[in-house]
């Protein structure tokens, strides 16, 4: 292709765009279970009008904007203060999780240089449950991921934690929850134990940080997970999963300011000026910036708590459609709004492509393998039509001896490989197509 000689109307440009959609997945009917967070039309329509009004806007240099900078040191604070930091805990806004999660790395990595000056190779200590942009970082940083096992519930194994760590080891991270199963791991565990060890200890949030404050004040029993457990150094929360912002929009916070210094690049000598940059990336977006503000001031605690009841309550009627469904178990014990099933009987991939037939986009796990939920408030809606499909496709799948097809078979294929760089090459060609 190249760019047309001449631009097209704004009717074409707007009518293709529209065109195109018509394969992606339905968020808007609540058919999907994971990637879109939608709390509703007020809620988007304003989170939108503040996107748009600083569309333009960069937050890279914070003096040309003194408005975003106000707004970030706003959300900043007001994550802080919702996950109970000090007076000295600061952080900044990036533009998600994965992004957060680096500069949590990175920052270990620094303040290793400078406090544990010994460390040529460093560690960190991660649950095999972790988010793979721990992986990511890793890969980027130099930092070398040790995995911990999970006990049978799906949880950091702390004991076994201990055993792995080394002089090398600079970071424990655990998650509050875990992506795969929805299971916090044992955070004051970990923490005690960085604590011992004169290391860093990073909370990954990212799902459940907007989310699990609310749930614990709805009365749910969830052990303690942010900087009110001693030892916690940072904190990852993503605005665009459970604060309901715009994409583009993830805090990491640090307990002390001392420690948020290790994570800014400075360059002195830049022709192009003295340059100073507080996270990965260069220009920072305005838009999801101001709509992450907007978020957190039109929802208020009292939004997030109506929403939280109706994620809670939508989770448990899921769970207990799942578990009076005879082929289906949940795996774990999810703290809050993500459910993982699995089955001894039918092939778990074949019964997500069946529910996909029918309109359904389930996400397949591995490892083990498993169907994955998330629960969002207009999920409410459609839980009872879930279900029915969920117990017909499971029970047409009861029995039957057809051989796995389509995306049943590449993942059931693809799981039990056990030469992991053939799947590697595999995912290399899939991002190429
Ligand atoms: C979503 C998620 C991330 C990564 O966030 P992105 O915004 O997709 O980059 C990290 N950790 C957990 C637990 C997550 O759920």
Redesign the pocket.
């Known amino acids: 292709m190249q760019i047309p000689q001449t631009g097209l109307s704004h009717e074409d440009v707007m009518a293709k765009l529209e065109e195109n959609r018509g394969n992606d997945a339905d968020w808007r009917h609540a058919k999907t279970w994971s990637l879109v967070y939608s709390a509703g039309e007020d809620i988007e329509r304003v989170v939108k009008e503040a996107y748009l009004k600083y569309f333009s806007e960069n937050a890279l240099n914070p003096n040309a904007f003194p408005s975003l900078r106000q707004f970030e040191g706003d959300v900043i604070s007001m994550a802080v203060t919702m996950l109970h930091g000090e007076e000295d805990s600061v952080g900044s806004m990036t533009t ?3 992004e957060s ?1 680096l500069m949590a790395v990175k920052t270990a990595r620094e303040w290793a240089r400078e406090n544990m000056p010994h460390v040529t190779e460093p560690e960190m200590l991660a649950p095999l449950s972790v ?1 793979a ?1 721990i992986e990511k970082a890793s890969h980027y940083f130099g930092v070398k991921v040790v995995h911990i096992p999970l006990d049978a519930g799906f949880r950091a194994d702390v004991a076994a934690a201990r055993e792995l760590v080394t002089p090398n080891t600079i970071l424990i991270i655990g ?1 509050a929850p ?2 795969p199963q929805g299971v916090m791991d044992p955070i004051e565990d970990l923490a005690a134990l960085a604590q011992e060890k004169g290391i860093l200890c990073h909370v ?1 949030a ?2 459940g940080g907007f989310l699990l404050p609310w749930v614990e004040k709805l009365g749910y029993p969830i052990r303690p997970f942010d900087f009110r457990v001693p030892g916690v150094t940072s904190i990852s929360a ?1 605005i ?2 459970y604060g309901y912002a715009a994409k583009g929009a ?1 805090v990491i916070l640090y307990r002390t300011r001392d420690l948020r210094r290790h994570q800014f690049f400075v360059y002195p000598d830049w022709p192009g000026g003295l340059y100073a940059s507080p996270t990965m990336t260069g220009t920072r977006p305005g838009g999801a910036i101001a709509a992450a503000w907007a978020a957190l001031n039109y929802i208020g605690e009292a939004g997030y708590m109506r929403l939280a009841k109706v994620v809670m309550d939508t989770t448990k009627s899921l769970q207990a459609g799942i578990r009076a469904i005879p082929e289906l178990k949940i795996l774990g014990e999810p703290d809050m709004s993500v459910t993982a099933f699995t089955s001894d009987d039918i092939d778990i991939y074949m019964l997500g492509d069946r529910m996909e037939e029918r309109g359904w986009k389930l996400d397949r796990q591995q490892l083990p393998p498993c169907l994955h939920m998330m629960v969002t408030p207009p999920h409410a809606a459609i839980i009872e039509p879930f279900l029915s499909d969920l117990r017909e496709c499971a029970a047409s799948l009861q029995g039957t001896d057809a051989t796995p097809e389509g995306a049943a078979a590449m993942y059931g294929m693809l799981n039990s490989l056990p030469d992991r760089d053939a799947v590697k090459d595999f995912l290399r060609d899939f991002m190429e197509t």
């Open positions: 998600g999780g994965s999660l988010h942009a998650s875990a992506y990954d990212c799902l993503d665009h999963k993830s």
